[in-house]
């Protein structure tokens, strides 16, 4: 059996093909609003990538997009884009928000911006609580293949006695 010692690793990017319309001049747009409103992207595409890639990058190192604290995202045009089930226990990826004010930030960014484009999906607030504490979590997707899943864990009083 392998010995493998890793020290915190962190996904550091997410890819998604998407057709080649929704990486036109207006389809870039949309989602790069969409993501900068919402969760506070910025569009990072190298010029000579901009015909068939949309990169955005979230972090503080606009230099690169191998900074440990950066997050990044791309787009790739392609004619067979992926095809998925999103949603609650579909498929996403998650993203676990450090505070309740974060969280709520990030929920009222997104209510917002489905009042004003009705192609974004939005769930209900789902909360689970167990003797660990409770979680609040909520999808969201727009312009990529799967779902974003936004959670906020509350750890229940008695397992902070042990911290």
Do not use: W
Not at 55 to 76: K, Q, R, W
Not at 123 to 129: A, E, H, Y
């Amino acid at each position: 059996m392998p010995s493998v010692n890793l020290i915190r690793p962190r996904i550091n990017h997410l890819a998604f093909t998407v057709s080649r319309d929704a990486l036109d001049e207006a389809g870039r747009e949309r989602i790069v609003d969409f993501f900068s409103e919402c969760f506070g992207f910025r569009e990072s595409t190298p010029p000579e990538y901009r015909s068939n890639i949309l990169t955005m990058s979230l972090g503080a190192n606009e230099v690169s997009t191998h900074d440990p604290d950066n997050l990044y995202m791309v787009l790739i045009a392609t004619d067979k884009p992926y095809r998925a089930n999103p949603g609650n226990f579909g498929d996403h990826f998650g993203m676990t928000i450090g505070s309740r004010a974060e969280y709520d930030s990030l929920l009222t960014a997104a209510k917002a911006y489905v009042s004003k484009n009705r192609e974004v999906e939005l769930t209900d607030i789902d909360t689970i609580k167990d003797a660990e504490g409770t979680l609040d979590r909520f999808y969201l997707r727009f312009g990529t293949p799967l779902a974003c899943e936004i959670q906020y864990f509350q750890p229940a009083d008695d397992a902070l006695a042990g911290c």
